[in-house]
Nanobody, 127 residues
């Protein structure tokens, strides 16, 4: 069974940085679309950053210029480098992967574009 396991969350002060990791098992990350999404208490899940099979990326407006998504195919791991964190970034962060059997021509922005989800890692930013 495909598993995505996030790590790297924690508590930081505003202006700080964190790097999230998403390790995949029974799923090769090369050739598929992946993404990071987040959900704050009482709010709907929203996109953070997504990446396609060729490394093209898309960042949602709230994180542009502050977050960087990357993928290490050799390590089979997805990353999210988060800089200049703000209290508004506080949320549970989820890693997502699109099935190999669904095309990945360009970064996929919707959560319905993804088939596999991790359990999430909590990020808390204090002011």
């Amino acid at each position: 069974q495909v598993q995505l396991v996030e790590s790297g969350g924690g508590s930081v002060q505003a202006g700080g940085s964190l790097t999230l990791s998403c390790a995949a098992s029974l799923l090769s990350l090369s050739g598929i679309c992946m993404g990071w999404f987040r959900q704050a208490p009482g709010k709907a899940r929203e996109g953070v950053a997504v990446i396609d099979s060729k490394g093209s990326t898309y960042y949602f407006d709230s994180v542009k210029g502050r977050f960087t998504i990357s993928k290490d195919n050799a390590e089979n791991t997805l990353y999210l480098q988060m800089n200049s964190l703000e209290p508004e970034d506080t949320a549970m962060y989820f890693c997502a992967a699109r099935s190999l059997y669904r095309s990945c021509s360009g970064p996929r922005r919707g959560d319905s574009d993804y088939n596999y989800w991790g359990q999430g890692t909590q990020v808390t930013v204090s002011s």
